[in-house]
Structures are given as C-alpha cells and as structure tokens.
C-alpha cells in the first residue's frame, strides 16, 4: 500500500499506490531471478497513457517505469489500475 508519485509536465505528479506484487507464473530455466508485476491504482481524475514514466517513492527515490494500463479487477470502478512487468 506504498504512495508514489508519477510526474508529467515537469513538476506535477499525481499519486499512484502499490496494491499488489505478483510473482511471475512462468519461470525460464535459464534465468537467474524470478519476474515479478506490481498493480497501482489511482483516482479516475487522471489517466495514464502507456509507456515509460518518471516515478518517485519515498523508500525508492527517483527512477523511471513502464506502466500499461489494465482491466480493474476486483470490480472496482471508481479506480484505474496499471502494471509494471520485470522479467
């Protein structure tokens, strides 16, 4: 349930929080370290094209993220929610 802060035109941000990491479902044999997503969700005042974005959390700090815009589940609708894939 970590905040972050994902900024568009320079200094303006809005806040996304962290709702779920999930474990990847598929393992290849030669990889060193299992992939992983995270699910953020946010207030439908704005929505977030796909892409790579500049992100900031207070643990984290600075750095930049994929993010793609997925179907709500849970049957929220007063949210939009996007992922970030590592493989």
């Not at 806040?15 to 699910?39: A, D, M, Y």
């Amino acid at each position: 349930n970590d905040i972050f802060k994902l900024y568009y035109e320079k200094a303006k941000y809005v806040e996304l929080k962290l709702v779920k990491i999930s474990e990847s479902k598929f393992i290849k044999p030669n990889k060193k370290r299992q992939g992983f997503s995270l699910l953020f969700k946010t207030s439908k005042d704005f929505l977030i094209e796909q892409g790579m974005h500049e992100m900031e959390q207070e643990r984290v700090g600075h750095f930049e993220i994929g993010l793609v815009p997925v179907i709500a589940p849970y049957g929220e609708k007063d949210f939009y929610f996007y992922e970030a894939l590592f493989n």
